[in-house]
């Protein structure tokens, strides 16, 4: 597992390029656009699905030296990343349900690191 820990952090990089991306989609869609051909051709959706496309890239490539049960946990933290980008970029409340979700999702990365 020693030799696998830089994989698992290029993995959770991409994860977290993943989420920053889907940030940036969301900030783009709450701003009006003069036309249809303008909401997709700006600046933010391009850097937003270029950074989607590096982040499969990267991934693919962590793959190299992480387990294949070992990713859709590692995916998962992105469900917390989102959540916590969320709070400080959109201003966004996180409550009940979603606390518990979270909550979740985090117990069962520990439960399946512990296993």
């Not at 496309?53 to 917390?80: D, K, Q």
């Not at 996180?94 to 979740?104: A, C, D, N, S």
Request: aromatic content about 10%.
């Amino acid at each position: 597992m020693r030799d696998d820990l830089g994989y698992v952090v290029i993995f959770l990089a991409a994860v977290l390029m993943s989420s920053i991306s889907q940030i940036l989609l969301k900030k783009s869609a709450e701003q009006e656009c003069e036309s249809r051909i303008k909401e997709y051709l700006n600046i933010p959706v391009i850097v937003a699905y270029g950074l989607l496309f590096c982040s499969s890239l990267v991934i693919v490539l962590a793959y190299r030296g992480v387990p294949l049960n070992m990713g859709p946990v590692l995916e998962a933290t992105g469900y917390i990343w989102v959540s916590i980008l969320g709070v400080i970029f959109l201003k966004e409340h996180i409550k009940g349900k979603k606390i518990l979700g979270l909550i979740v999702i985090i117990i069962g990365i520990f439960i399946f690191n512990i296993s």
